[in-house]
T-cell receptor, first 113, second 115 residues
Framework: DQQVKQNSPSLSVQEGRISILNCDYT??????FLWYKKYPAEGPTFLIS?????DKNEDGRFTVFLNKSAKHLSLHIVPSQPGDSAVYFC????????????FGKGTLLTVNP | GAVVSQHPSWVICKSGTSVKIECRSL??????MFWYRQFPKQSLMLMAT?????????EQGVEKDKFLINHASLTLSTLTVTSAHPEDSSFYIC???????????FGSGTRLTVV
């Protein structure tokens, strides 16, 4: 039972355009969500997070939107840059769970020059 | 921010041997370390949670006698894959509480290949 789902294995966008990566979750107990970026053979790097009490969090070119009723979140990257090309993982956690993260399968983003 | 140093970055071993992977907290005392495994094109799957000075908590389906975790100090946690088999070949990553993003910092990962 996959509690965090990233249904698009890959996404390709042109440089300068917006990249939208989607994530759905099934566990209503999740109250904190994170996005990580990962290059091959490296550990994930934190990008941005959002608490369930918010519906939007912005940090530079990255914005995360949370729709609790739909159990859906998305990561917007604008403008997209070739250096953004990587695998993006959505992760979720809930208080009291010893902070362990549940990850989606990831989406490979390719930004074409 | 917090830094986790993970070694080795890659290792090739023969079937039946044991391999130890180390994760060190360089500038943060980590009471909790998480160990993940990632198969190609799959998500990071939590294997176990280790707490300094106590026994690790393993996720369902993870053999604790095969994947030995030791967290003897606040700065060092180790994962030993015992009697490794080819199906254990994977990418292993540690993560500690502490640092940015609700307190998670990841090591750089270890690519284990068992031949």
């Amino acid at each position: 039972d996959q509690q965090v789902k990233q249904n698009s294995p890959s996404l390709s966008v042109q440089e300068g355009r917006i990249s939208i990566l989607n994530c759905d979750y099934t566990n209503s107990m999740f109250d904190y969500f994170l996005w990580y970026k990962k290059y091959p053979a490296e550990g994930p790097t934190f990008l941005i997070s959002i608490s369930s009490i918010k519906d939007k969090n912005e940090d530079g070119r990255f914005t995360v939107f949370l729709n609790k009723s739909a159990k859906h979140l998305s990561l917007h990257i604008v403008p997209s840059q070739p250096g953004d090309s990587a695998v993006y993982f959505c992760a979720a956690t809930r208080g009291g769970s010893n902070y362990k993260l549940t990850f989606g399968k990831g989406t490979l983003l390719t930004v074409n020059p | 921010g917090a830094v986790v140093s993970q070694h080795p970055s890659w290792v090739i071993c023969k079937s039946g041997t044991s391999v130890k992977i180390e994760c060190r907290s360089l500038d943060f005392q980590a009471t909790t370390m998480f160990w993940y495994r990632q198969f190609p094109k799959q998500s990071l799957m939590l294997m176990a949670t280790s707490n300094e000075g106590s026994k690790a908590t393993y996720e369902q389906g993870v053999e604790k006698d095969k994947f030995l975790i030791n967290h003897a100090s606040l700065t060092l946690s180790t994962l030993t894959v015992t009697s490794a088999h080819p199906e254990d070949s994977s990418f292993y990553i540690c993560s500690q509480k502490g640092g940015s993003g609700y307190g998670y910092t990841f090591g750089s990962g270890t690519r284990l290949t068992v031949v």
